[in-house]
Protein backbone atom coordinates (compact mmCIF):
# COMPACT_ATOMS: atom_id res chain seq x y z
CA UNK A 1 0.00 0.00 0.00
CA UNK A 2 2.95 2.25 0.76
CA UNK A 3 5.89 0.39 -0.09
CA UNK A 4 7.48 2.20 -3.08
CA UNK A 5 7.98 6.09 -4.07
CA UNK A 6 6.20 6.81 -7.29
CA UNK A 7 9.59 5.91 -8.84
CA UNK A 8 9.21 2.74 -8.04
CA UNK A 9 12.09 3.34 -5.20
CA UNK A 10 11.40 1.16 -2.11
CA UNK A 11 10.06 3.74 0.51
CA UNK A 12 11.79 3.62 3.81
CA UNK A 13 9.70 2.60 7.25
CA UNK A 14 11.56 4.64 8.86
CA UNK A 15 10.75 7.62 6.11
CA UNK A 16 6.74 6.38 6.31
CA UNK A 17 5.22 9.30 7.86
CA UNK A 18 2.25 6.83 8.33
CA UNK A 19 4.47 4.16 10.46
CA UNK A 20 5.52 7.61 12.56
CA UNK A 21 2.39 8.18 13.84
CA UNK A 22 2.82 4.83 15.66
CA UNK A 23 5.53 5.51 16.74
CA UNK A 24 5.54 8.94 18.13
CA UNK A 25 1.82 9.63 18.26
CA UNK A 26 1.55 12.46 16.42
CA UNK A 27 -1.30 13.20 13.45
CA UNK A 28 0.05 13.27 9.94
CA UNK A 29 -1.54 15.41 6.98
CA UNK A 30 0.14 14.86 3.73
CA UNK A 31 -1.88 15.77 0.69
CA UNK A 32 1.31 15.20 -1.48
CA UNK A 33 1.67 11.07 -1.11
CA UNK A 34 1.01 8.23 -3.19
CA UNK A 35 -0.53 4.57 -1.94
CA UNK A 36 -0.87 1.92 -4.38
CA UNK A 37 -3.57 -0.46 -5.67
CA UNK A 38 -3.36 -4.18 -5.55
CA UNK A 39 -3.04 -4.24 -9.64
CA UNK A 40 0.12 -2.11 -9.08
CA UNK A 41 -0.52 1.27 -10.20
CA UNK A 42 -0.03 4.59 -7.83
CA UNK A 43 -2.66 6.51 -6.61
CA UNK A 44 -1.86 10.08 -5.69
CA UNK A 45 -3.51 10.81 -2.48
CA UNK A 46 -4.40 13.21 0.60
CA UNK A 47 -4.31 11.59 3.82
CA UNK A 48 -4.67 11.49 7.29
CA UNK A 49 -2.91 9.08 9.96
CA UNK A 50 -4.22 9.80 13.84
CA UNK A 51 -3.34 7.47 16.65
CA UNK A 52 -5.55 5.60 18.63
CA UNK A 53 -4.40 5.64 21.96
CA UNK A 54 -5.69 3.58 25.36
CA UNK A 55 -4.58 3.68 28.36
CA UNK A 56 -2.11 6.19 27.28
CA UNK A 57 -0.29 3.72 24.69
CA UNK A 58 0.06 3.97 21.23
CA UNK A 59 -2.21 0.70 19.90
CA UNK A 60 -2.57 1.97 16.33
CA UNK A 61 -3.64 4.43 14.11
CA UNK A 62 -6.24 5.50 12.00
CA UNK A 63 -5.64 6.17 8.09
CA UNK A 64 -7.93 8.29 5.93
CA UNK A 65 -7.64 8.66 2.21
CA UNK A 66 -8.57 10.64 -0.60
CA UNK A 67 -8.09 10.44 -4.06
CA UNK A 68 -6.04 13.25 -5.83
CA UNK A 69 -5.30 11.56 -9.01
CA UNK A 70 -7.80 14.45 -10.93
CA UNK A 71 -6.16 17.41 -8.99
CA UNK A 72 -2.67 16.49 -9.97
CA UNK A 73 -3.49 16.01 -13.71
CA UNK A 74 -5.62 19.22 -13.54
CA UNK A 75 -2.02 21.13 -12.36
CA UNK A 76 0.04 19.12 -14.59
CA UNK A 77 -2.71 20.31 -17.63
CA UNK A 78 -2.40 24.19 -15.83
CA UNK A 79 1.33 24.13 -15.53
CA UNK A 80 1.72 23.01 -18.86
CA UNK A 81 -0.55 25.53 -20.24
CA UNK A 82 1.68 28.20 -18.26
CA UNK A 83 4.44 26.82 -20.08
CA UNK A 84 2.64 27.74 -23.36
CA UNK A 85 1.62 31.27 -22.91
CA UNK A 86 4.96 31.92 -21.56
CA UNK A 87 6.81 30.23 -24.11
CA UNK A 88 4.17 32.89 -26.63
CA UNK A 89 5.39 35.51 -24.55
CA UNK A 90 8.78 35.58 -24.80
CA UNK A 91 8.53 35.40 -28.63
CA UNK A 92 6.67 38.48 -28.72
CA UNK A 93 8.93 41.69 -29.36
CA UNK A 94 7.12 43.58 -27.62
CA UNK A 95 7.79 44.12 -24.14
CA UNK A 96 5.25 42.62 -21.72
CA UNK A 97 4.34 42.42 -18.02
CA UNK A 98 1.31 40.79 -15.55
CA UNK A 99 0.54 42.56 -12.65
CA UNK A 100 -1.74 41.79 -9.85
CA UNK A 101 -4.68 44.51 -8.46
CA UNK A 102 -1.77 46.09 -6.42
CA UNK A 103 0.91 46.78 -9.11
CA UNK A 104 3.32 43.65 -8.18
CA UNK A 105 4.26 42.02 -11.54
CA UNK A 106 3.51 38.38 -11.65
CA UNK A 107 4.90 37.51 -15.05
CA UNK A 108 7.48 39.42 -17.46
CA UNK A 109 8.52 38.45 -20.94
CA UNK A 110 12.30 37.78 -22.38
CA UNK A 111 11.52 41.40 -24.17
CA UNK A 112 11.01 43.61 -21.19
CA UNK A 113 13.46 41.32 -18.48
CA UNK A 114 16.34 42.87 -21.41
CA UNK A 115 14.82 45.66 -21.05
CA UNK A 116 15.26 46.20 -17.24
CA UNK A 117 18.19 44.68 -17.13
CA UNK A 118 19.65 47.17 -19.86
CA UNK A 119 18.09 50.43 -17.70
CA UNK A 120 18.42 49.74 -14.50
CA UNK A 121 21.63 49.86 -12.66
CA UNK A 122 20.71 47.73 -9.48
CA UNK A 123 18.74 45.39 -12.09
CA UNK A 124 19.56 41.54 -11.32
CA UNK A 125 18.21 38.63 -13.59
CA UNK A 126 15.29 37.28 -11.80
CA UNK A 127 14.92 39.40 -9.42
CA UNK A 128 12.15 41.43 -10.84
CA UNK A 129 8.76 39.10 -9.73
CA UNK A 130 6.93 40.54 -6.82
CA UNK A 131 8.06 44.26 -7.35
CA UNK A 132 5.84 46.78 -7.32
CA UNK A 133 6.33 48.13 -11.29
CA UNK A 134 4.41 51.55 -10.58
CA UNK A 135 7.08 52.15 -7.88
CA UNK A 136 9.45 50.84 -10.44
CA UNK A 137 8.91 53.11 -12.81
CA UNK A 138 8.98 56.19 -10.50
CA UNK A 139 12.81 55.53 -10.27
CA UNK A 140 13.27 54.77 -13.56
CA UNK A 141 17.08 56.54 -14.37
CA UNK A 142 18.12 59.82 -15.78
CA UNK A 143 15.85 61.16 -18.50
CA UNK A 144 13.12 58.60 -18.24
CA UNK A 145 12.28 59.37 -14.98
CA UNK A 146 9.71 62.21 -15.38
CA UNK A 147 8.64 59.51 -17.35
CA UNK A 148 8.15 57.04 -15.46
CA UNK A 149 6.60 59.03 -12.95
CA UNK A 150 3.11 59.81 -15.33
CA UNK A 151 3.42 56.46 -16.24
CA UNK A 152 3.02 55.20 -12.75
CA UNK A 153 0.18 57.64 -11.95
CA UNK A 154 -1.52 56.53 -15.42
CA UNK A 155 -1.23 52.56 -14.26
CA UNK A 156 -2.03 53.27 -10.34
CA UNK A 157 -5.22 54.96 -12.36
CA UNK A 158 -5.98 51.33 -14.43
CA UNK A 159 -5.35 49.18 -11.11
CA UNK A 160 -7.77 51.28 -8.68
CA UNK A 161 -10.53 51.51 -11.27
CA UNK A 162 -10.76 54.67 -12.46
CA UNK A 163 -9.84 54.46 -15.91
CA UNK A 164 -10.35 51.63 -18.78
CA UNK A 165 -6.78 52.08 -19.81
CA UNK A 166 -3.72 54.32 -19.99
CA UNK A 167 -1.49 54.52 -22.74
CA UNK A 168 1.74 56.76 -23.01
CA UNK A 169 4.35 57.88 -26.02
CA UNK A 170 7.68 58.95 -24.85
CA UNK A 171 11.20 59.63 -26.37
CA UNK A 172 14.57 58.43 -24.64
CA UNK A 173 17.66 59.94 -26.06
CA UNK A 174 20.65 57.00 -25.75
CA UNK A 175 23.61 58.96 -26.53
CA UNK A 176 23.21 60.77 -29.91
CA UNK A 177 20.59 58.46 -30.51
CA UNK A 178 16.86 59.36 -29.53
CA UNK A 179 14.17 56.61 -29.40
CA UNK A 180 10.23 55.96 -29.14
CA UNK A 181 8.14 54.32 -26.91
CA UNK A 182 4.62 53.55 -26.36
CA UNK A 183 3.40 51.84 -23.11
CA UNK A 184 -0.11 51.23 -22.74
CA UNK A 185 -1.63 49.52 -19.05
CA UNK A 186 -5.17 47.43 -19.58
CA UNK A 187 -6.99 45.36 -16.68
CA UNK A 188 -7.67 42.23 -18.61
CA UNK A 189 -9.44 39.80 -15.13
CA UNK A 190 -12.30 40.05 -13.02
CA UNK A 191 -9.17 39.88 -10.48
CA UNK A 192 -8.24 42.83 -11.36
CA UNK A 193 -4.92 42.02 -12.77
CA UNK A 194 -3.84 43.89 -15.61
CA UNK A 195 -1.44 43.45 -18.67
CA UNK A 196 1.23 46.18 -19.86
CA UNK A 197 2.39 46.63 -23.10
CA UNK A 198 5.84 48.29 -23.83
CA UNK A 199 7.00 48.88 -27.38
CA UNK A 200 9.78 50.34 -29.42
CA UNK A 201 8.24 52.83 -31.86
CA UNK A 202 11.10 54.36 -33.33
CA UNK A 203 10.91 53.37 -37.16
CA UNK A 204 7.23 54.37 -36.98
CA UNK A 205 7.67 57.72 -35.19
CA UNK A 206 10.92 58.38 -38.05
CA UNK A 207 8.15 57.55 -41.26
CA UNK A 208 5.60 60.05 -40.01
Known sequence: MHHSLPDGTPHSIDLCPMHKTLLTGEII?????????????????RYSSCPVIEHDQIVGSVITFSDM????????????????VRSI??????????LDKSGK?????????????????????????????????EQAPGDLQKFGVIG????????????NQFTLEYCEH????????????????????AI??????????RSR
Not at 152 to 163: D, S
Not at 181 to 188: C, E, T
Not at 196 to 205: G, L
Open 89 to 98: ADGISAQILV
Open 29 to 45: LDDDQFLWRKDGSALAV
Open 152 to 163: ANGIREVLNGKA
Open 174 to 193: LGDERRWYFGRAKVFSDEGQ
Open 196 to 205: ITHEDITEIV
Open 105 to 137: ILMANKSWQEFYLSRYPDAKEGNYIGLNYPDLC
Open 69 to 84: TQRKMTEAALKASESF
